[in-house]
């Protein structure tokens, strides 16, 4: 339990550093029967592999995923799928001077201040390498959703002040602008801003936008796994993310109840609400509509303009960060957040399976 | 799995619906040896018990806690602390008509979709009621981290549109206002709004902040156990929340990473920092700096006026719900929100025990 | 968790010492709409009641069940089931001298050497009282199966040097024998036995026996969650038992594979075995045959003779048991047998409806 | 939640096929700054390899062991631990016609009936190479246990009818006579005898103990969380166990607790038992005196006299299983043993360090 699984049924657990010898993750609790080849995890790493924009670390891995185990004739078996990335393109040298100082915004302190010491190289475990596993692992949920009818579609939604319009919104253009904005003008103003930033020595935040459609009613569980709970730690356990909304987020929290209910009516003998403040969940289960969710995405704490800071010995010292550093997290990070929603509603079916005696009543028929 | 427990080691799991018979926690994992009194969890609970002022509902509980198990002497023995609360106002009555419908901004569709059916009194196990247990245990994570200099400070920061003003910070009026507003200015012009919103039958949504001071750095973890996403999970879980903060929160997504970084220093031989952007976790880990987080709460969905909504048959129809409702949620929740904080810092606390060698030899040293 | 807690989704929590306020557990898990009441529970609690036989404890208890949540209108909600006995009967002052000394075979020392101190009235948490909530939950789960045709039978197969000849078997005797043997002729010899037993101050053992017939094939798990490792964990976790059995269990050790396989046939279109060796579970798996398991349950080690041991001073001294205890703990531990193996078993039932891909197409298919 | 992990703290989660790409182990939860290498794992691995002698298969792996992540500077960093063996000997067209039927005694049929379809080659996630990753991690285990001056000691007990005899009990034995006994002479009786069930084309079974030295009294918890529990539920998640037993285990069953009771005395300042009967727990925690466990195991399932069975299309038929088999399973399943056991003391190590206030008042002194 430190910390390395996520989900309850669905269950994944992670593992790798970013200078060690591979990175990867077991995905146990897939049900079997579920179609799934190399190319379907493929895919998903694809939009997180570094070294593909200007806007990316020029630190070039090819990502090639190996599932070593719980799939046989394409299909799931039923057991832990244990799937591989090589660590190929480590410059362990980059890194060896932050061995012995604290780089500001980054866990290098509290890791010494909680394990005595660290693997330092890259960031160790707290690098944004350690996301290769989360993402094998969504892809696969993301399968196991598809054959319910249930979508993701994760975007950038901001970088700096620089915001999509979605009146613009074009869903090809998140797999094609290096930005992952929906919206390719935008795209191009983000890019200019970041050309500053990195001009500057300097870095920059934004937000990511996810909308999962198709999720029937009634998944997650009124208290604790509360779905949006869920969905909340599942976006904030990605390292740089400091606020989670669902639905309409910070903005209920100045409104009336008149302007923030969502009205239920029939439309073709389903029940459908007129608004969707909700983000798609109420009372911790969904309600049919769409969920919505945002990350906030701080800026990439390694910066190349001189910091104040300390080293092991107490010191206080100015530094300059070297290496191979993006400018900004977010576009990266998109595919995270999606991988992360996927993990938490995937889980939230398989829970929901037990809910009701009917459910059961139907598997069990003897 | 029905996921009425929460956290790893300081564990604990709630029942009860508001119009049951009662409604309790239990909590397993509190280490032997705490000194607890029913007085200790009393003061909790009275923090958020209804009947208290003219924002509140007018529905009287008692809600005096009965300690069944787990504590000797006046001491934690290390076995489970059950504690339970009667319900002695219910007007059942009330509610008989909501039976057939769905109020919107409700959990009663949502159960129903999930549940096949529901205990419609009151909201059953969707009332805030269901918060009791977790006052009641998040008074034992606080009475447990009072040991170790841990303190939890949780207040409203603001209600609709108006806001605290931290330089006139009086901790002593979070207990004595209304509104638990610790600036009494504040807290008067609060009241008056929310006169306003119950003259025209609405409600009011708000934000709430909760200060952790004293946590020592190295507690949480690296992945999905940060203390951050736990943090998360913790406020996101309590009914009504939709948005939640850590240290800047949003704000950081429009920021440079330059003016974001918190620049480490030393101060009598300790690593601090000039700022706490990063609300005191750095990575998942608290970094020795004062935790903060916001959690932004909807406006109470009961409101008096007419809403558009379907009943179980299907039909289309309106409804203006009856009952006794606060016009406000923010108030009584900040307890809660206290209590959740608690309990995840008091779990990380347990948790980050193994985490390094040297821990274990100071406990099992012979 | 301090390990109160069973089952991965149909999960316990039991609280209680033996004079404490109350006893009881919550049950998170079940599924919503299963008919329950009051009495289906109580039916079990009386099976484990003190003070109804000549071989059984002088305390008398009501042991009257409260269901305090999670039922409305007959039926589970699918929300935590918290159910409640009081106790009533504690007689305290019995018990004050075993708080400054150690009862050879009872918990008292390592209670004292893991937490420092105990609640040492009646053996605390560590009395036989704490599995009144096992049973209560046990109920529920025995409940559950029955809507899926299967039935659970728990009996004492011997006591003492006395074995139940399976010829005589006698379903209706397990209720009606003071021993709950099924075959009444035994039960006479082994209550002569037991008379000889109290005469000369000491106690005895003997063996339960637990057939679970109905279990459909598929239920368990390959690895650490197989079906037969649950079990053993369920028995071997109630006090006094020492050793468990799966289907022939210490007999296979020395036979050969010839004599030990179960050669399957086709029969009504059905696979099923010649014989049953593997007591139905190969791999950790149910195949469709009867479940058989043995627990082996040691004397009383409360005996009224002289006994050797030490105090908390660290003196050793000699002390004679005094208070009101069984001869036997296996006649009322034969329905916490059954709890545990029924609780095991429901557990696995809802851990297997999302095992496979097909199952979660029967509960989405829309 | 299919099952793959195990622990709650020093929680390990196993991965892999007979016949896939590789088998491992992610071990999370273990403490910072262990000492280890790679070969501390090996010389575990090496003691379940197959190919080493005449009574065991001659499929031949080197079962070399990477470690993938989770080391430092040859120390734990306290992050995931990951380590596989790849898979170089399979046959996989030895085992194409097991695909069509279900093996007497085998998991396939269960498989089958669970997940609709299984990886046949070589028994797939069944085969005792799934104990691979038990082991390593079990290895790891160990070497934390070490750091406390806990020592494991596994080895064969019985095989058919030839019983060790305890006062030749010599521990190099274990490791250099083929079948694990640490008594040379049983060792060629034994040897004997299993030459004879395979000229007869038969297997045979037997039965393992493992001692456990230097445990201090405390560890494990009252109720679900027992030692011995969770000890038994170690034990029989290994494929062929069919019974466990703690200290004295079975023989209790027909004892009087005069004979059964172990005196407690002084000794040193140290309470010490007379007697150990109870196998070092009393009440599910531990005493401080040796842990005694007992697995029985079942004769090997394969053998290549004919037997009767079905296929997947429902006929009756006769197959004689063909492949690489040891005609026992118990010498390579004493490290195994060793293994479970070690990984459910180092969880109890860890569970038990929050236990008491006094525990945690050590670590968090400031």
Redesign the interface.
Known sequence: ??????G????I?????SH?????V?V???????PLTAEDIQIYLNRRKPGQTRISTPRKEADQV?????V??D?T??????M?VRNTSQHSSDYSEIANY?R????D???D???????YRGG???SGR?TTGRVAAGAVAAR?LA???ITLTAYTK?I??IVIDMDKFDRDAILSTPTCMPDPDASIQAEAFLAD?MRSY??????IECAVDGV???????????L??????????I?AV?????????A???????G???????QD?Q?VK?TNH??G????????SQILLRA????????F?P????NKQ???IEVSIKGRHDPIIVPRAVVVVEAMAALTIADA????????????????D?
């Open positions: 339990m430190a910390g390395s699984s996520y309850n049924i669905f269950q657990t992670t593992w790798g550093e060690g010898a591979a990175l990867g077991v146990d609790g897939c049900p079997a029967g579920l190996e599932i070593l185990s719980g046989f004739a299909r078996t039923g057991t832990p799928i244990s591989m604290y500001p915004g980054h866990a302190y509290t890791f201040a909680k394990y005595g010491f660290r693997d160790g475990r707290s350690e196991l054959e319910f009818g901001s700096g002040p930033c300097d870095s920059a935040g934004g937000v029937p009613a009634g998944l997650g569980d009124p208290v604790f796994e509360k949006d709970a869920n969905l909340a730690k599942a976006v904030m356990s390292g400091k606020a989670v909304e669902i639905g309409d987020g910070t209920v929290a100045s409104r009336h109840g008149s923030n209910n969502d009205a239920f009516y029939m003998g029940v007129r909700a983000g969940i109420l009372g911790g289960i969904s309600d049919g906030y995405v701080k800026p990439t704490p390694s910066i303009s910091q104040e800071t300390v107490g010191e206080n079916l398989l829970m929901n399976a037990g809910a009701k005696l009917e459910h059961l009543k139907k598997i069990y003897r």
